[in-house]
């Protein structure tokens, strides 16, 4: 059937069509929903597309696995929590990774089958015997040009970081590591791994090929990821976890170049420059170049003695609250990590719906790295039902908060801390903030007195103008809501 692999090749330009008018259509949150189904369909097309090549072997094989992987993902998918969200998306970012360094790891190896010693023994009492015939496995392949076997080591390179890499921020993101983990001369051990990784990769892309020199490149590549993420700081997991998703999507369009697949070409150039972009918007907004994420010790202090803070924190009952915004002209909204905590976005929302219902002009504020990942408020705040024209980025909404009557911060920590813009000797000095200080009132709703993720005590806590009602954030929101509706009772 000659005409089999143009029609591949069609199912292919199709995905990748696909892949971009889904990608675009994310843009918004109007129509995000049906750009994930235009992408799914998309990703459909071309792994059946895949079945078809002429060449493909072991069929059963490769379909017994997807099975596998499509019917984990559904059950993880449908079984995780909003707040356990972003450590899944690292954790399945770096799995895109890691199957990209294998891709890489086979094609390597296939290309030194020939050299392999024999096989003396398979007794399973020999494992390297095991791994040598596990090894003879593969087939041996044709050779590679240069430009396509420096892509390779390339692609395997970053994709090993991005799988190690990701794996020590899901860690992070659910609390089975510290959040940053340092050590004297830190960065001088990543660079001599990163030197090493890469001038073992420089061998392996000259054509070197040994089966050592592949080992110690992919123990270097992946030992640099690890290096890499531990000193993060929880409140810069933002970026990173954006920062592998740009380095999986370059990973794969590398290796898709090799396997010579225009649907893995383009989709991983798409993921990859989405993400690339991404990744600067967050590093703007936390006020970091790209050097400073990729090199940089994450989330460390930026020396000298902290500001103090004078004041005392003021506490409110929820029934003052409620009157305070009841009567209120302008309330703006400030959700954060706490509200996704303690699922609190519908009674949010309801509370919401009551103010506007008395007249109140209501709007919702959104820091760009608000939460763990980029957009988790914005997904919870859709998961309630809440409209996107309520909804304000950070740059709209900053020059309405001095007319602003009464602001609620709820969940919200660093993103909200006025020290950003008065404490040079804060870590999180330079980044750009919800301006709440500035409004008439503000109310923060917080379990404790304690500090935020990344650590840092919080100025606008002490503010005269601030008054903190303490307790859950779905209780405080439901005791807000009963106190609002008694007003009308």
């Known amino acids: 059937m000659s005409w089999l692999p143009t029609l591949v090749k069609a199912c292919y330009f199709l995905a990748a069509l696909l892949f971009i008018l889904g990608l675009k259509r994310m843009s918004s949150p109007r129509t995000a ?13 071309a792994v059946l597309a895949t079945f078809a090549l002429p060449d493909m072997q072991h069929r059963g094989l490769i379909l017994a696995a997807v099975l596998i992987g499509v019917a984990a993902a559904w059950w993880s998918g449908r079984r995780v929590a909003m707040t356990a969200m972003p450590q899944m ?6 799995m895109g990774g890691g199957a ?15 050299a392999l010693p024999g096989v003396p023994d398979t007794s399973p009492l020999r494992p390297e015997a095991w791994a040598l015939d596990v090894l003879h496995q593969v087939p041996a392949a044709a050779p590679l040009s240069a430009v396509a076997l420096g892509l390779g080591v390339l692609g395997a390179l970053i994709g090993a970081v991005s799988f190690s890499g990701s794996l020590i921020a899901f860690a992070k993101l659910q609390g089975w590591l510290d959040k940053r983990f340092v050590f004297p001369g830190q960065r001088i051990v990543n660079l001599l791994v990163l030197l090493l990784a890469l001038a073992f990769g420089a061998m392996l892309a000259t054509g070197h090929l040994t089966l050592p020199a592949i080992v110690a490149f992919f123990v270097f590549a992946l030992l640099f990821g690890l290096l890499m993420t531990l000193p993060i700081g929880g409140a810069d997991m933002p970026v990173v976890i954006s920062l592998y998703n740009a380095f999986t999507g370059l990973a794969v369009a590398f290796e898709g170049y090799v396997l ?14 989405a993400g690339t972009l991404l990744t600067q918007l967050m590093a703007k907004a936390m006020n970091r170049s790209l050097g400073n994420v990729l090199f940089g010790s994450f989330g460390a202090a930026a020396g000298g003695a902290a500001q103090e803070i004078s004041g005392s924190q003021k ?17 703006a909204i400030v959700p954060g990590y706490g509200m996704a905590v303690a699922q609190a976005q519908h009674k949010v929302w309801e509370f919401a719906k009551l103010l506007i219902e008395r007249g109140v002009k209501v709007k919702f504020a959104i820091h760009p790295v608000a939460g763990r990942m980029p957009g988790h408020m914005n997904v919870l705040l859709a998961e309630a039902g809440v409209p996107y024209d309520l909804i304000e980025d950070m740059d709209d909404i900053n020059p309405e908060f001095p007319n602003t009557d009464v602001v609620l911060v709820i969940g919200a920590n660093d993103v909200v801390n006025p020290m950003a813009k008065t404490d040079p000797s804060s870590p999180i000095y330079g980044m750009p903030i919800l301006d709440v200080a500035a409004a008439k009132h503000v109310i923060v709703v917080k379990r404790g007195k304690g500090t935020g993720f990344a650590g840092i005590e919080n100025a606008l806590f002490y ?10 954030g779905q209780a405080a929101a439901g005791q807000l809501v009963s106190e609002l509706k008694s007003l009308d009772g």
């Open 260 to 273: 010579g697949n225009e649907a893995m070409i383009i989709a991983g150039m798409v993921v990859g420059a």
């Open 100 to 114: 990209a360094a294998g891709i890489g790891a086979v094609e390597l190896v296939a290309h030194v089958r020939h």
């Open 463 to 472: 503010a005269d103008n601030t008054r903190m009602l303490y307790g859950d």
């Open 315 to 331: 506490p409110i009952e929820a029934a003052d609250a409620a009157v305070m915004m009841a009567y209120a002209e302008r309330v």
């Open 89 to 94: 998306v690292a954790l399945y970012n770096g």
């Open 33 to 45: 929903r049906g750009g994930i189904v235009w992408a799914g369909v998309g990703m459909l097309l």
